[in-house]
T-cell receptor
Framework: QQPVQSPQAVILREGEDAVINCSSS?????VHWYRQKHGEAPVFLMI?????EQKGHEKISASFNEKKQQSSLYLTASQLSYSGTYFC????????????FGTGTRLKVLA | DGGITQSPKYLFRKEGQNVTLSCEQN?????MYWYRQDPGQGLRLIYY???????QKGDIAEGYSVSREKKESFPLTVTSAQKNPTAFYLC??????????????FGEGSRLTVL
């Protein structure tokens, strides 16, 4: 079963913050985050591993709560370039490299 | 430049016909994947492979087949048994090493339309 992302869609003004959540019904070993622009391939943002540290670069960071089986992506001071659909990719068993993607969150940043 | 090449980019098929989507990578990655994306929806895993001559079913493998005869190639055949094949198909690859990144590198995709 696909992880559930929330919210399904969000509209921001430039400079505003957003949080995207990814919840799984199964225990997670690793979580990836990707952004996809319309008509393009998804682009990798970051990976979080079980027992690992919170990751981040520039104004985008993420956390991984193993007990709650969920991950959150934090977008700070959003820019127009942040618009797109965000997906979490989850791996439930170590060593399988089987990545199941979430339902997606559409994010639109307005000037 | 290294990367993943999918072909064709657009494909039209009549009902009842099989069609094969090509995916080639020159990144020397061990793992390769096929995902299906429907409008406004997430990516659903069709098949994946970690090694030559071996592959596993994903969540929606029915009506699809794959082969992995070479490390760099992972073609997907959409058979006539697939009831609703019109979709955007994405191929991806990755190294089997989570210490570095383990990120998936995606191709540009193939858009299949059944007439």
């Amino acid at each position: 079963q696909q992880p559930v992302q929330s919210p399904q869609a969000v509209i921001l003004r430039e400079g505003e913050d957003a949080v995207i959540n990814c919840s799984s019904s199964k225990a997670l070993y690793s979580v990836h985050w990707y952004r996809q622009k319309h008509g393009e391939a998804p682009v990798f943002l970051m990976i979080l591993l079980k027992g690992g540290e919170q990751k981040g670069h520039e104004k985008i960071s993420a956390s991984f709560n193993e007990k709650k089986q969920q991950s959150s992506l934090y977008l700070t001071a959003s820019q127009l370039s942040y618009s797109g659909t965000y997906f979490c990719g989850t791996e439930t068993t170590s060593g399988t490299y089987k990545y199941i993607f979430g339902t997606g969150t559409r994010l639109k940043v307005l000037a | 430049d290294g990367g993943i090449t999918q072909s064709p980019k657009y494909l039209f098929r009549k009902e009842g016909q099989n069609v094969t989507l090509s995916c080639e990578q020159n990144l020397n990655h061990d793992a390769m994947y096929w995902y299906r994306q429907d409008p406004g929806q997430g990516l659903r895993l069709i098949y994946y492979s970690q090694i030559v001559n071996d592959f596993q079913k994903g969540d929606i493998a029915e009506g699809y087949s794959v082969s992995r005869e070479k490390k760099e190639s992972f073609p997907l055949t959409v058979t006539s048994a697939q009831k609703n094949p019109t979709a955007f198909y994405l191929c991806a690859s990755s190294i089997l090493d989570r210490v570095n990144t383990g990120e998936l590198f995606f191709g540009e995709g193939s858009r299949l339309t059944v007439l």
